[in-house]
């Protein structure tokens, strides 16, 4: 019976990954522990007790019916802040396409780093910086709002369009050309086809994403719901605070919920 | 009329397509090209219709060179030259009916077309091509739903729909199983013997070839070796073409009548 050498599973490491293995090692390490020993871990008194503060959060506002006949005012500022995300994404949406056509590599070739760099540069904003910027430029109330979505929507939606077209079975085009068909053709038929459920999906998944995102922008004047909810913990008042944090809890996981079964059907 | 006048094709990568070809293929002829994969088949194939372009010679359809075609030229050549493809490439999310109505593309507006506008009796000749390939019921089914040989079959439609001269078929049954593709072979020799079309095909299998080839063009690296009637091809024609004795997977079989 002859033994049969032991096979390990993984390529043998050479003697310089290990090196570069351990001195990575050692180095996350030694930022955890450095990290850790500097973090001050002290809570500062207050005179108000933790508790007392959450049970103000989130048991009063449900059972007080001084507050309960408040929820009407919250859900109007809601829907205010639901509709700043849907027109920001429509805007994105329609803007979006374009750019992401000129962002594939597919299309534009070597071209394509153009479209890349500009959606890159749109996401490394966060959209708090376009709201300050557009509250300054167009004023207080929710017109702001939705300019910052919009762009920042841009931001990602270009990237994830123009990876779908980068995808897509390029067969159909071909098909579609040896016909005799022209390009705008080609690309009605061959490609949107192909893009556009899933152009969607994408567009859905982002108004999930604005809908949260919204709520903050308040907080800079730009509309929504964020502005009383800044007042509000700026006051202490935090049977205010529970109230407007429900409303959107309900909201957001009510959206979540829909858009959801929306796109499990799309795709 | 089909002619190839000393034709080569040398890919940017240096790959040698096709050597020095010349070929003359009349109206309503069904050719089948054999020869083993990276013969040159697919090259040939897709020169007529200029998806390549070769880079030497001059390949002359009704006595015009459409190697010189410019973009405009090219649409109007593809209009009358349709292509087959191996994997269907059918529109998947599209219905059956509106995959097959993209054969009218070349014939139909841009403005038109993006609206879906086809005129009526283009939808009712759609339907009718449909028919001829006996998957008239399908007509509203998503292509997805389709199974391979009826994938294959609407594609076919597509093509007639296009109201070619010529049909190119690049290996159309080769993703389909024997009985499949015998179908598959009958419906397209039927209907370009119906409608009098130069067809031509590309086919592996040697059996194959031999039961619906008119004439075969044995292609090997680039090069004809062979071409002549389909009664003057006999075992040993293919073991020349293919440069090596015949075995079982050259045969497909599995034709049940």
Same mark, same amino acid.
């Given at each position: 019976m002859n033994e049969k050498p032991i096979v390990s599973l993984r390529q043998a490491r050479t003697n310089k990954s290990k090196f570069y293995l351990y001195t990575i090692v050692f180095i996350l390490s030694a930022i955890y522990i450095i990290g850790l020993f500097t973090t001050p871990f002290s809570v500062s008194g207050s005179a108000a007790s933790p508790l007392d503060t959450l049970r103000r959060i989130f048991i009063v506002p449900l059972t007080d019916m001084e507050y309960i006949v408040q929820?009407? =005012?919250?859900?109007?500022?809601?829907?205010? $802040? =639901?509709?700043?995300?849907?027109? !920001?994404? $429509?805007?994105?949406?329609?803007?979006?396409?374009?750019?992401?056509?000129?962002?594939?590599?597919?299309? $534009?070739?070597?071209?394509?780093? =153009? !479209?890349?760099?500009?959606?890159?540069?749109?996401?490394?904003?966060?959209?708090l910086i376009f709201a300050i910027i557009f509250v300054a430029a167009v004023g207080i109330g929710p017109y702001a709002g939705v300019l910052a979505i919009s762009i920042n929507s841009i931001g990602m939606l270009g990237k994830l369009y123009a990876e779908v077209i980068e995808s897509i079975d390029?067969?159909?085009?071909?098909?579609?050309?040896?016909? !005799? !068909?022209?390009?705008?053709?080609?690309?009605?038929?061959?490609?949107?086809p192909q893009v556009l459920p899933e152009f969607?999906?994408?567009?859905?998944?982002?108004?999930?994403?604005? =809908?949260?995102a919204s709520t903050v922008l308040g907080i800079v004047g730009a509309g929504g719901i964020g502005a009383p909810l800044i007042l509000a913990t700026y006051q202490r008042s935090w049977e205010d605070v529970g109230m407007i944090l429900i409303v959107v809890v309900v909201f957001v996981s009510l959206i979540d919920l829909i858009s959801g079964k929306i796109r499990k059907r799309l795709v | 009329?089909?002619?190839?006048?000393?034709?080569?094709?040398?890919?940017?990568?240096? /790959?040698?397509?096709?050597?020095?070809?010349?070929?003359?293929?009349?109206?309503?002829?069904?050719?089948v090209i054999v020869g083993m994969s990276g013969a040159g088949k697919s090259s040939l194939i897709?020169?007529?219709?200029?998806?390549?372009?070769?880079?030497?010679?001059?390949?002359?359809?009704?006595?015009?060179?459409?190697?010189?075609?410019?973009?405009?030229?090219?649409?109007?050549?593809?209009?009358?030259?349709?292509?087959?493809?191996?994997?269907?490439?059918?529109?998947?999310?599209m219905s059956v009916l509106r995959?097959?109505?993209?054969?009218?593309?070349? /014939?139909?507006?841009?403005?038109?077309?993006? +609206?879906? +506008?086809?005129?009526?009796?283009?939808?009712?000749?759609?339907?009718?091509?449909?028919?001829?390939?006996?998957? /008239?019921?399908?007509?509203?089914?998503?292509?997805?739903?389709?199974?391979?040989?009826?994938?294959?079959?609407?594609?076919?439609?597509?093509? +007639?729909?296009?109201?070619?001269?010529?049909?190119?078929?690049?290996?159309?049954?080769?993703?389909?199983?024997?009985?499949?593709? /015998?179908?598959?072979?009958?419906d397209l020799k039927r209907v370009s013997r119906e409608d009098n079309l130069t067809t031509i095909v590309n086919l592996h299998f040697i059996d194959m070839a031999q039961e619906y080839a008119d004439r075969i063009i044995g292609l090997r690296d680039g090069e004809v070796v062979f071409d002549g009637p389909i009664d003057q091809v006999t075992e040993k024609t293919f073991e020349e073409i293919y440069g090596r004795p015949i075995k079982e997977d050259d045969l497909l079989g599995g034709d049940d009548d």
């Amino acid at each position: 019976m002859n033994e049969k050498p032991i096979v390990s599973l993984r390529q043998a490491r050479t003697n310089k990954s290990k090196f570069y293995l351990y001195t990575i090692v050692f180095i996350l390490s030694a930022i955890y522990i450095i990290g850790l020993f500097t973090t001050p871990f002290s809570v500062s008194g207050s005179a108000a007790s933790p508790l007392d503060t959450l049970r103000r959060i989130f048991i009063v506002p449900l059972t007080d019916m001084e507050y309960i006949v408040q929820f009407p =005012v919250y859900i109007g500022y809601m829907i205010e $802040t =639901v509709a700043i995300a849907y027109a !920001g994404v $429509t805007v994105a949406t329609i803007l979006a396409v374009p750019v992401a056509f000129l962002a594939a590599r597919n299309v $534009t070739k070597r071209y394509s780093y =153009v !479209g890349k760099a500009l959606l890159n540069a749109i996401r490394a904003v966060p959209e708090l910086i376009f709201a300050i910027i557009f509250v300054a430029a167009v004023g207080i109330g929710p017109y702001a709002g939705v300019l910052a979505i919009s762009i920042n929507s841009i931001g990602m939606l270009g990237k994830l369009y123009a990876e779908v077209i980068e995808s897509i079975d390029q067969s159909n085009v071909d098909a579609i050309k040896a016909s !005799g !068909g022209n390009r705008i053709q080609a690309m009605w038929y061959g490609v949107l086809p192909q893009v556009l459920p899933e152009f969607s999906s994408y567009s859905i998944y982002r108004f999930e994403i604005d =809908v949260r995102a919204s709520t903050v922008l308040g907080i800079v004047g730009a509309g929504g719901i964020g502005a009383p909810l800044i007042l509000a913990t700026y006051q202490r008042s935090w049977e205010d605070v529970g109230m407007i944090l429900i409303v959107v809890v309900v909201f957001v996981s009510l959206i979540d919920l829909i858009s959801g079964k929306i796109r499990k059907r799309l795709v | 009329m089909i002619e190839f006048k000393n034709v080569s094709l040398k890919y940017p990568n240096g /790959h040698q397509g096709l050597k020095n070809i010349n070929l003359k293929i009349n109206d309503g002829e069904f050719v089948v090209i054999v020869g083993m994969s990276g013969a040159g088949k697919s090259s040939l194939i897709r020169s007529i219709n200029r998806m390549v372009t070769p880079t030497e010679g001059k390949i002359l359809v009704d006595d015009q060179d459409i190697i010189t075609f410019n973009e405009k030229k090219l649409r109007k050549l593809r209009t009358e030259v349709g292509m087959i493809f191996q994997s269907y490439n059918l529109v998947k999310r599209m219905s059956v009916l509106r995959n097959v109505l993209a054969g009218r593309l070349g /014939h139909t507006g841009t403005i038109r077309s993006m +609206l879906g +506008l086809f005129p009526q009796k283009d939808i009712q000749f759609a339907l009718d091509n449909l028919d001829r390939v006996s998957i /008239h019921e399908k007509a509203y089914t998503r292509a997805d739903q389709l199974s391979g040989g009826q994938q294959q079959r609407v594609s076919i439609a597509r093509v +007639l729909t296009q109201q070619p001269k010529v049909i190119l078929a690049d290996e159309p049954v080769a993703s389909l199983d024997p009985p499949t593709s /015998h179908k598959v072979m009958k419906d397209l020799k039927r209907v370009s013997r119906e409608d009098n079309l130069t067809t031509i095909v590309n086919l592996h299998f040697i059996d194959m070839a031999q039961e619906y080839a008119d004439r075969i063009i044995g292609l090997r690296d680039g090069e004809v070796v062979f071409d002549g009637p389909i009664d003057q091809v006999t075992e040993k024609t293919f073991e020349e073409i293919y440069g090596r004795p015949i075995k079982e997977d050259d045969l497909l079989g599995g034709d049940d009548d």
